[in-house]
């Protein structure tokens, strides 16, 4: 892929990925081909969360089948629970979303497969939104740390850091802090 070619795919918040879905008239779901690869079997979620908004679009796993709307909710609530990040995934021409895959980090190859420097072998675009976390409402807890598969939240001794750098806007951070001292904002 050439540096300036556009990614297939992006991160949004599990909001954004239901305005998708809602967007969608029709759904097909199949296994998640990373999930089918990890011959230990996922520890976050079942196998078939690739969710697709076009027949014609191609999956990495096997067993794809058209859903209705109902399932494609399901997915998305399995999502939510399960803490599962949503990358949607543009079509070969890169103009629009064509489906949703719901990544973790036990399975999902951009989480999983580095180049020699610990960086993520396949290309991705950070979300529309960045986390704001107010520190001295923190408890430096640590509860967001491990739900932040892109080493953006980190407890160094007894105090957690943010590189916002690394952060995609996932939003996954959000939700499992007790103290509510994270928020999302627009990336600039």
Request: aromatic share 6%; with cysteine.
């Amino acid at each position: 892929m050439s540096e300036k070619e556009t990614p297939i795919h992006y991160v949004c918040t599990h909001a954004r990925a239901r305005e998708l879905i809602a967007a969608n008239d029709r759904f097909w779901v199949s296994n998640c081909g990373c999930r089918e690869r990890n011959t230990q079997g996922c520890k976050r979620s079942r196998v078939d969360v690739c969710l697709m908004f076009r027949e014609d679009e191609s999956s990495s796993g096997s067993g794809r089948k058209q859903i209705g709307r109902s399932e494609a909710e399901a997915i998305m609530k399995e999502a939510q629970e399960k803490r599962l990040v949503a990358r949607p995934f543009r079509n070969e021409a890169r103009d629009q979303t064509a489906g949703i895959c719901f990544c973790c980090d036990d399975c999902c190859g951009y989480f999983i497969d580095k180049d020699e420097q610990g960086n993520a072998k396949y290309a991705c675009d950070q979300g529309e939104m960045i986390e704001t976390t107010t520190i001295a409402d923190c408890t430096h807890c640590g509860e967001c740390e491990p739900v932040c598969y892109f080493y953006a939240r980190k407890m160094q001794g007894d105090k957690l850091t943010v590189d916002r750098a690394l952060c995609f806007g996932c939003g996954l951070c959000v939700g499992a802090c007790p103290t509510h001292c994270i928020t999302l904002a627009a990336r600039k």
